[in-house]
């Protein structure tokens, strides 16, 4: 039995997503999104789940806990509005390269006007900047419909899905009919296919991103709620982009005579905007923020010419110019070129010899494979990432900095055990710090290995913020003294370093281990 | 005068540390210089590369052309042919012969070796029966490249001087001996 009830969009919003089957909400409190987690809060249904709704400390935190959750099969949503997007970006942009594995809905609250706001700013660059697809609602019902179908987009196309909606529809009531309520996914793991694309090393996110940018035709193909509406006066027509829509609408009552493009998902559906500028005389574009659409349409040329570039093929899509591809646009015959030896391999980077990074791969390993199923560890941006590489393949992500701590704690929420993070002692102090606060403040059950080095080393050794403070940085956080663990990773401690983590793993709450040792490439510097 | 070198082998080997003498030498000798590097992952034992163009002209690009490197100086010999489809048909391969083996599948010797001796232009050599110690391989493999460059040996151990000046006399001769000693084996081995 479908229900009537009268909601905000915000609360629209988060009531869709709690029927399309939510398993937790990431976000951090700015207007107009606040309201969509504060709705799910006080949900009696979101309380029955335990579906998780606690603030994160920041966007960006939010956004890599719902991708650990997204990790782990469940589906996340992550609300902010637009000015988060800019915290929460480096995460958010990489999403669209780890892709989803459970649905994963990011909702930016742009706020024209800057009812309360520093600024203006129009999220739909975003989704375009990161190649990951935007659906614009313009109702309280749109809102309530297409997260659902968001949610479904999502796992259909694994890739996260960016929901735009604006400060006057987010914060103005309307009647919803609501649809039936269905149950969350269980906890899954990325197929065989699709672990690559979770560690962003260079070799796996060349892959990723021609894939990436493949795929999007597919997507835009597999659209359903943009809509051509024919009209007889063709001396206008109109694309109607969002709660523009509703504007329009609102001036003709009897009906639009000119033919309107109603937009709701971007990127653009080309052949009907093309088919709009071909049968009217002028093109009207009515969008809420940025001339986003109107800049595509527009152009410089006063007669239209055509354009050779990236976009059709004369410059590759991907990859950087060189002499090579830039003469081959201009139309110059290829220098004669020795053939290729097949004689010659890839010689990826590894972890030097003796370093104490090797040391806690070897020990965590072993732990893990001799005392558990199933355990996934998630890393972070470092040296350290080489422990994907043979031959430890320890790592199962690895996406922007501070990512490794959130996404565990993600992981750990949807049900995820062992949730164990590798983090670097400089990329800790960068970015991993209000992560483990969140971890602290909900006492997740995760582990955290803080692999210090004393220095930023892939970058060549610069000193690193927090050396000499951790210890205190993480009681201060308020991980409890004993569950803070510092061991010396040689080879000669191995007994003592795997009794700490199968103890940490096994202990129900926030651990931190911080295996010390100093870099040798550092150390081999400092002796000359 | 236009030479277009490309430098490989692998990370902490000291590739960089012979473009900085070229590129030293070069600049004392008034020519336009660019020289590309990567830096960071390379450091940890992967493949590295720098692209050093010297010439008596203005340089556009930073990258070199495919079919185009004049020479292809490698401490390493997998690392010299990696970089064949830049060499130009009458380009020089100097190559250190030793492999550096930090891959489970690094290839057989005998694949290796068979591919650089298909190579018309090639000065092979076992740095490792020059080199004094490893610290001074990348000088004898300079030397070993010097006449190739045209670059007077003079300017390139005077840059050799300038570079590693800091650290003292006693190195400095280390590398200059070094230097000397790859010379004279190119030497030796162009007039078979």
Known sequence: MNKRELLLGDEALALGALHAGLSGVYAYPGTPSTEITEFIQGNPLAAQRGVHCVWSSNEKTAMEEALGMSFAGKRALVCMKHVGMNVAADAFVNSAM????????????????????????????????????????????????????????????????LMRITTRMAHSRAVVETAAVRAENALSHPDADHTRQWVLMPGNSRRRYVTLLEEQEALVKAFTFNEYIDGADKSLGIIACGIGYNYLMENYPEGCPHPVLKISQYPLPLDEVRRLCDECEAVLVVEDGQPVVEEQLRGIMATPKPVRGRMSGELPRTGELNPDNVRAAVGLPARPELNPSEVVVPRPPALCEGCGHRDVYAVLNEVLKNEYKDAKVFSDIGCYTLGWLAPFHAIDSCVDMGASITMAKGASDAGQHPSVAVIGDSTFTHSGMTGLLDCVRENTNVTVIISDNLTTGMTGGQDSAGTGRLEAICMGIGVAPEHVRTVVPLPKNRDEMYATIKAEIDYPGVSVIIPRRECIQTLKRKKR | MKRDIILSGVGGQGILSI??????????????????????????????????RISSDPIASDLIPRGAAHIVISLE?????????????????????VPFVNIPNYPAMEAVEGELAKLPNIVAIDIDGIAKSPRVANMVLLGAAAPFLEIPAEKLEQGIRDIFGRKGDQIVEANIEAFRAGYEYAQKSLKK
């Open chain 2, 77 to 97: 010999p997998m690392e010299a042919l990696r970089y064949l489809p830049w060499l130009a048909g009458e380009g020089w391969v100097i190559a250190n012969t």
């Open chain 1, 98 to 161: 780890t892709g989803a594995n459970g649905g994963l809905v990011v909702v930016a609250a742009d706020d024209p006007s800057m009812h309360s706001s520093q600024n203006e700013q129009d999220s739909r660059f975003y989704g375009k900047f990161s190649f990951i697809p935007v659906f614009e609602p313009c109702s309280q019902q749109e809102a309530y419909d297409m997260v659902r179908a968001a949610f479904d987009f999502s796992e259909k196309f694994r890739i996260p899905v």
């Open chain 2, 19 to 52: 473009a900085t003498v070229i590129g030293r030498a070069a600049l004392d000798s008034g020519l336009n210089i660019k020289q590309a590097e990567v830096h960071g992952m390379s450091q940890r034992g992967g493949d590295v590369q720098s692209n050093l």
